[in-house]
T-cell receptor
Framework: EPEVTQTPSHQVTQMGQEVILRCVPISNHLYFYWYRQILGQKVEFLVSFYNNEISEKSEIFDDQFSVERPDGSNFTLKIRSTKLEDSAMYFC???????????FGSGTRLTVV | AQSVTQLGSHVSVSEGALVLLRCNYSSSVPPYLFWYVQYPNQGLQLLLKYTTGATLVKGINGFEAEFKKSETSFHLTKPSAHMSDAAEYFCAVSKATGSQGNLIFGKGTKLSVKP
């Protein structure tokens, strides 16, 4: 069964550093998403991406965050200057259309120290 | 705005007993509804979804859920719990129209299964 692949599985970074989280969505999917889950809390929407541009973003997704689809397969989330409160599990998801199931990756656990 | 409420952050059942996890939603437009399961240190796996058509939907691992518009509910059930069902379960809603389909999640319900 096709999978959404996320790398790395765990990243530790110092406060103020830039991080890039990588995702390879399922190849025939058209919509891409990033979500995050702070430990013990619910999964929160960050951003959606369609047709090579951001289609929707949440209040969490401020100027420190950016997304890119640099080639036909990768979908990245960049955090420009990490803060302690950015520590969370970040999930990438993709779907081929509204109403279809969203396939989530296994997540990247980001720890900011 | 859409929202999801999951009643009970923790539910404990005995093996073989009925599992009932409650989810209520609010949405100003017709919703799509989902249940996801998360095993420890893993990602989110789709259990089942409601988009249109039959209001009783069957998913993987013997789970099913019924969309009740009048009650704005989408409760998840399984007739007989198995030890392997122990996990955290998330209900989610998205708009059926007019958006790029981002999911709004409930806070999750952790299911424990006692032998």
């Amino acid at each position: 069964e096709p999978e959404v692949t996320q790398t790395p599985s765990h990243q530790v970074t110092q406060m103020g550093q830039e991080v890039i989280l990588r995702c390879v969505p399922i190849s025939n999917h058209l919509y891409f998403y990033w979500y995050r889950q702070i430990l013990g809390q619910k999964v929160e929407f960050l951003v959606s991406f369609y047709n090579n541009e951001i289609s929707e973003k949440s209040e969490i997704f401020d100027d420190q965050f950016s997304v890119e689809r640099p080639d036909g397969s990768n979908f990245t989330l960049k955090i420009r200057s990490t803060k302690l409160e950015d520590s969370a599990m970040y999930f990438c998801a993709s779907t081929r259309g509204l109403g279809f199931g969203y396939t989530f990756g296994s997540g990247t656990r980001l720890t900011v120290v | 705005a859409q929202s999801v409420t999951q009643l009970g952050s923790h539910v404990s059942v005995s093996e073989g007993a009925l599992v009932l996890l409650r989810c209520n939603y609010s949405s100003s437009v017709p919703p799509y509804l989902f249940w996801y399961v998360q095993y420890p240190n893993q990602g989110l796996q789709l259990l089942l979804k409601y988009t249109t058509g039959a209001t009783l939907v069957k998913g993987i691992n013997g789970f099913e859920a019924e969309f009740k518009k009048s009650e704005t509910s989408f409760h998840l059930t399984k007739p007989s719990a198995h030890m392997s069902d122990a996990a955290e379960y998330f209900c989610a809603v998205s708009k059926a129209t007019g958006s790029q389909g981002n999911l709004i999640f409930g806070k999750g319900t952790k299911l424990s299964v006692k032998p």
